[in-house]
Protein backbone atom coordinates (compact mmCIF):
# COMPACT_ATOMS: atom_id res chain seq x y z
CA UNK A 1 0.00 0.00 0.00
CA UNK A 2 1.74 3.60 -0.99
CA UNK A 3 1.74 6.23 1.43
CA UNK A 4 0.90 4.04 4.35
CA UNK A 5 2.43 6.28 6.78
CA UNK A 6 0.69 9.05 5.47
CA UNK A 7 -2.39 7.63 5.21
CA UNK A 8 -2.51 6.42 8.76
CA UNK A 9 -1.72 10.19 9.97
CA UNK A 10 -4.66 11.39 8.22
CA UNK A 11 -6.70 8.45 10.13
CA UNK A 12 -5.32 9.45 13.34
CA UNK A 13 -6.24 13.60 12.67
CA UNK A 14 -9.22 13.29 11.08
CA UNK A 15 -10.42 11.28 14.37
CA UNK A 16 -8.85 14.45 15.78
CA UNK A 17 -10.64 16.96 14.43
CA UNK A 18 -14.11 15.52 15.96
CA UNK A 19 -12.63 14.74 19.85
CA UNK A 20 -11.27 18.25 19.65
CA UNK A 21 -14.79 20.13 18.51
CA UNK A 22 -13.48 21.17 14.83
CA UNK A 23 -15.82 19.26 12.87
CA UNK A 24 -19.31 17.75 13.28
CA UNK A 25 -20.46 14.36 11.26
CA UNK A 26 -18.49 14.00 8.48
CA UNK A 27 -17.68 18.18 7.87
CA UNK A 28 -13.90 18.81 7.44
CA UNK A 29 -11.21 17.13 6.08
CA UNK A 30 -7.45 16.54 5.71
CA UNK A 31 -4.57 15.70 3.35
CA UNK A 32 -1.18 14.40 3.74
CA UNK A 33 0.94 15.11 0.17
CA UNK A 34 4.15 12.86 -0.65
CA UNK A 35 5.83 14.39 -3.43
CA UNK A 36 3.17 14.23 -6.70
CA UNK A 37 0.75 12.06 -4.54
CA UNK A 38 -1.92 13.30 -2.03
CA UNK A 39 -3.55 11.16 0.56
CA UNK A 40 -6.78 12.67 1.75
CA UNK A 41 -9.99 11.90 3.92
CA UNK A 42 -12.92 10.48 1.92
CA UNK A 43 -16.19 11.71 1.64
CA UNK A 44 -19.14 11.22 3.39
CA UNK A 45 -17.31 8.36 5.67
CA UNK A 46 -17.55 8.47 9.73
CA UNK A 47 -14.02 9.17 11.04
CA UNK A 48 -14.29 6.98 13.85
CA UNK A 49 -13.55 4.34 11.92
CA UNK A 50 -11.48 5.07 9.23
CA UNK A 51 -8.32 2.44 8.43
CA UNK A 52 -5.53 3.43 6.08
CA UNK A 53 -6.88 1.72 3.21
CA UNK A 54 -10.08 3.83 3.33
CA UNK A 55 -7.96 6.88 2.54
CA UNK A 56 -7.94 7.72 -1.23
CA UNK A 57 -4.41 8.74 -2.99
CA UNK A 58 -4.76 11.37 -5.57
CA UNK A 59 -2.06 12.86 -7.90
CA UNK A 60 -1.79 16.86 -8.01
CA UNK A 61 -4.27 16.79 -10.83
CA UNK A 62 -6.63 14.85 -8.82
CA UNK A 63 -6.45 11.56 -10.53
CA UNK A 64 -7.30 8.22 -8.77
CA UNK A 65 -4.39 6.17 -7.79
CA UNK A 66 -5.07 3.74 -5.22
CA UNK A 67 -8.30 3.52 -2.70
CA UNK A 68 -11.51 2.44 -3.18
CA UNK A 69 -13.37 5.06 -1.45
CA UNK A 70 -13.98 8.81 -3.51
CA UNK A 71 -11.95 11.56 -2.13
CA UNK A 72 -13.19 14.60 -0.21
CA UNK A 73 -15.70 17.31 -1.73
CA UNK A 74 -13.58 19.92 -1.11
CA UNK A 75 -10.48 17.93 -3.02
CA UNK A 76 -9.75 21.35 -5.50
CA UNK A 77 -9.05 23.38 -2.37
CA UNK A 78 -6.22 20.68 -0.66
CA UNK A 79 -5.14 20.58 -5.07
CA UNK A 80 -5.05 24.40 -5.01
CA UNK A 81 -2.92 24.79 -2.05
CA UNK A 82 -0.53 22.30 -3.22
CA UNK A 83 -0.13 23.47 -6.60
CA UNK A 84 -0.31 27.00 -6.43
CA UNK A 85 -0.05 28.29 -2.43
CA UNK A 86 3.39 29.86 -1.17
CA UNK A 87 4.32 29.43 2.58
CA UNK A 88 5.62 33.46 3.46
CA UNK A 89 9.08 31.49 4.30
CA UNK A 90 9.02 29.42 1.25
CA UNK A 91 8.58 25.92 3.59
CA UNK A 92 7.14 23.28 1.91
CA UNK A 93 3.53 22.34 1.81
CA UNK A 94 2.74 18.96 2.81
CA UNK A 95 -0.43 19.18 4.84
CA UNK A 96 -3.74 20.94 4.66
CA UNK A 97 -6.81 21.12 7.35
CA UNK A 98 -10.12 21.82 6.45
CA UNK A 99 -12.49 22.99 9.80
CA UNK A 100 -15.85 23.72 10.09
CA UNK A 101 -14.77 25.12 13.73
CA UNK A 102 -17.83 26.81 15.29
CA UNK A 103 -16.30 30.34 16.84
CA UNK A 104 -14.02 31.20 13.41
CA UNK A 105 -17.31 30.10 11.59
CA UNK A 106 -19.24 32.77 12.92
CA UNK A 107 -16.56 35.05 12.69
CA UNK A 108 -16.31 34.68 9.15
CA UNK A 109 -19.88 35.98 9.30
CA UNK A 110 -19.00 39.26 11.13
CA UNK A 111 -15.72 40.73 9.52
CA UNK A 112 -13.17 40.60 6.51
CA UNK A 113 -10.71 39.63 8.41
CA UNK A 114 -9.78 38.07 12.20
CA UNK A 115 -9.54 41.16 14.35
CA UNK A 116 -5.96 41.39 15.72
CA UNK A 117 -6.71 40.39 19.67
CA UNK A 118 -3.96 37.63 20.52
CA UNK A 119 -0.33 37.77 19.02
CA UNK A 120 -1.23 33.99 18.46
CA UNK A 121 -3.12 35.44 15.17
CA UNK A 122 0.86 35.40 13.64
CA UNK A 123 1.09 31.88 13.34
CA UNK A 124 -1.35 32.89 10.36
CA UNK A 125 0.35 35.41 9.12
CA UNK A 126 -0.17 39.49 9.31
CA UNK A 127 -3.47 38.53 9.22
CA UNK A 128 -6.32 36.01 8.94
CA UNK A 129 -8.52 37.34 5.45
CA UNK A 130 -12.13 36.03 5.33
CA UNK A 131 -12.41 34.41 2.21
CA UNK A 132 -15.98 35.35 0.07
CA UNK A 133 -18.55 32.84 0.11
CA UNK A 134 -18.68 30.31 -2.65
CA UNK A 135 -20.26 26.91 -2.98
CA UNK A 136 -18.53 23.87 -1.33
CA UNK A 137 -16.61 21.73 -3.52
CA UNK A 138 -16.49 24.10 -6.17
CA UNK A 139 -13.33 25.88 -8.01
CA UNK A 140 -15.02 29.29 -6.94
CA UNK A 141 -14.32 28.66 -3.69
CA UNK A 142 -10.89 27.21 -4.43
CA UNK A 143 -10.47 30.67 -6.20
CA UNK A 144 -11.38 32.53 -3.07
CA UNK A 145 -9.44 30.44 -0.94
CA UNK A 146 -6.46 31.01 -2.95
CA UNK A 147 -6.40 35.10 -2.62
CA UNK A 148 -7.18 34.87 0.98
CA UNK A 149 -3.98 32.80 1.51
CA UNK A 150 -1.62 35.40 -0.60
CA UNK A 151 1.35 35.61 2.19
CA UNK A 152 -1.25 33.43 4.61
CA UNK A 153 -0.62 30.09 6.24
CA UNK A 154 -4.79 29.43 6.62
CA UNK A 155 -8.28 31.80 6.26
CA UNK A 156 -11.35 31.80 7.16
CA UNK A 157 -13.89 30.66 4.68
CA UNK A 158 -17.06 32.81 4.64
CA UNK A 159 -20.04 30.88 6.18
CA UNK A 160 -17.87 28.27 6.19
CA UNK A 161 -15.02 27.39 7.78
CA UNK A 162 -11.26 27.21 8.09
CA UNK A 163 -8.36 26.29 6.19
CA UNK A 164 -5.07 25.75 7.28
CA UNK A 165 -1.58 24.55 5.61
CA UNK A 166 2.07 23.91 6.85
CA UNK A 167 4.97 21.67 6.42
CA UNK A 168 3.75 19.27 8.57
CA UNK A 169 0.54 17.98 9.54
CA UNK A 170 1.11 18.85 12.89
CA UNK A 171 1.71 22.56 11.82
CA UNK A 172 -1.32 22.79 9.61
CA UNK A 173 -3.54 21.44 12.73
CA UNK A 174 -1.66 23.27 14.77
CA UNK A 175 -2.95 26.25 12.93
CA UNK A 176 -6.65 25.31 12.73
CA UNK A 177 -6.79 25.02 16.74
CA UNK A 178 -4.94 28.34 17.50
CA UNK A 179 -7.17 30.00 14.72
CA UNK A 180 -10.36 28.92 16.13
CA UNK A 181 -8.73 29.55 19.46
CA UNK A 182 -8.29 33.31 18.73
CA UNK A 183 -11.88 34.07 16.98
CA UNK A 184 -13.44 32.40 19.91
CA UNK A 185 -11.45 34.72 22.17
CA UNK A 186 -12.48 37.71 20.48
CA UNK A 187 -16.17 36.53 20.43
CA UNK A 188 -16.55 36.33 23.67
CA UNK A 189 -14.53 39.96 24.43
CA UNK A 190 -16.86 41.15 21.90
CA UNK A 191 -19.61 40.10 23.73
CA UNK A 192 -18.98 41.86 26.91
CA UNK A 193 -18.12 45.23 25.53
CA UNK A 194 -15.10 47.17 22.52
CA UNK A 195 -12.00 44.82 22.77
CA UNK A 196 -8.78 46.55 22.57
CA UNK A 197 -6.74 45.34 19.51
CA UNK A 198 -3.50 44.77 18.94
CA UNK A 199 -1.68 47.79 16.14
CA UNK A 200 -0.48 45.64 13.30
CA UNK A 201 3.17 46.23 13.53
CA UNK A 202 3.13 44.03 16.81
CA UNK A 203 1.15 41.25 15.07
CA UNK A 204 4.25 41.49 11.87
CA UNK A 205 6.93 41.97 15.11
CA UNK A 206 5.12 38.53 15.98
CA UNK A 207 5.87 36.89 13.58
CA UNK A 208 9.26 37.49 13.10
CA UNK A 209 9.66 36.12 16.52
CA UNK A 210 7.77 33.04 15.29
CA UNK A 211 10.63 31.68 12.92
CA UNK A 212 12.81 31.47 16.06
CA UNK A 213 10.25 29.60 18.50
CA UNK A 214 10.70 26.33 19.77
CA UNK A 215 13.46 24.16 19.98
CA UNK A 216 16.36 24.56 17.56
Not at 1 to 28: K, P
Not at 60 to 66: A, H
Not at 70 to 91: C, F, K, Q, V
Amino acid sequence: MILEDERAAVCDYARRLTADGLVVGTSGNISVRDGALVAVTPTGVDYGGLRPADIPVVSLDGEPVEGDLRPTSELPMHLTIYNRAADPDGAPVTAVVHTHSVHATAVSTLVDEVPPIHYMLATIGATARVAPYATYGTDALAHNMLKALDSRRGCLLANHGTITYGDTLHSAYDRAQQLEWVCRLWLLARSAGTPALLPPEEIEHVVDKLRGYGQR
